[in-house]
C-alpha cells in the first residue's frame, strides 16, 4: 500500500481533479493521503484551499511537462502514462490541428475543463474573476 504523502500512514488514492468535476483517472491525476489527510477537516475534501492548492501544483506539473503547442495522440498515451482507451477519452471533444492536438486543450481537460490560478487561494476569492480564465492561461502558458 502507498503512504500518504503528508505523514507517511498507510494512504489511500485521491484524484485531485474529482471525477465529478470532470476528472479523469490518470497517474498524474493521483496523490495517496491517510483517512485524516484525505477526508479530515484539513482534507482537499473539507478544505478549500488545500483542494485548490492541490490542482494548482497539478496544473503547473502538466505544463511543465507538456512543453510543445501540438501533440499527437502517442505523444500523449506516453508522456501521461496512459493507454489508447484513456487518451481518446482526454481528446475526444478536441478539433485535432494538423500538427495535432492544442496543449491547452490537453491541460484544460485534464483539469476537469477549467483552469486553476494562485489567487484562487485568496480569502477573498469570488468565482466571478474567472471571466478572463483563458487569457491567463495562455499568458502562464507562454511563460513557462
Known amino acids: ?21 470532470g476528472g479523469l483517472d490518470f ?3 493521483y ?6 489527510h484525505h477526508r479530515g477537516k484539513e482534507g482537499p475534501h473539507k478544505n478549500r484551499k488545500i483542494d ?3 490542482k494548482v501544483n497539478l496544473q503547473n506539473k502538466l505544463i511543465n ?4 503547442d501540438y501533440y499527437t495522440m502517442e505523444e ?3 508522456i501521461l502514462k496512459i493507454n489508447p482507451r484513456q487518451a481518446k477519452m482526454i481528446t475526444k471533444d478536441f478539433s485535432r490541428c494538423r ?4 496543449r491547452k486543450d490537453i491541460i484544460k481537460r485534464l483539469m476537469g475543463r477549467r483552469f486553476y490560478h494562485e489567487f484562487m487561494l485568496d480569502k477573498y476569492y469570488d468565482e466571478s474573476w474567472n471571466i478572463f480564465e483563458d487569457e491567463m492561461i ?3 502558458l507562454k511563460l513557462k
Open 1 to 21: 500500500m502507498k503512504q500518504c504523502v503528508i505523514c507517511g500512514k498507510q494512504g489511500e488514492k485521491h484524484h485531485i481533479v474529482f471525477k465529478n468535476q
Open 76 to 78: 500523449i498515451m506516453e
Open 52 to 54: 485548490i492548492k492541490y
Open 65 to 68: 511537462i507538456l512543453k510543445k
Open 27 to 29: 497517474p498524474l491525476n
Open 138 to 140: 495562455e499568458l502562464e
Open 31 to 36: 496523490i495517496y493521503l491517510c483517512s485524516e
Open 99 to 102: 500538427e495535432g492536438y492544442k
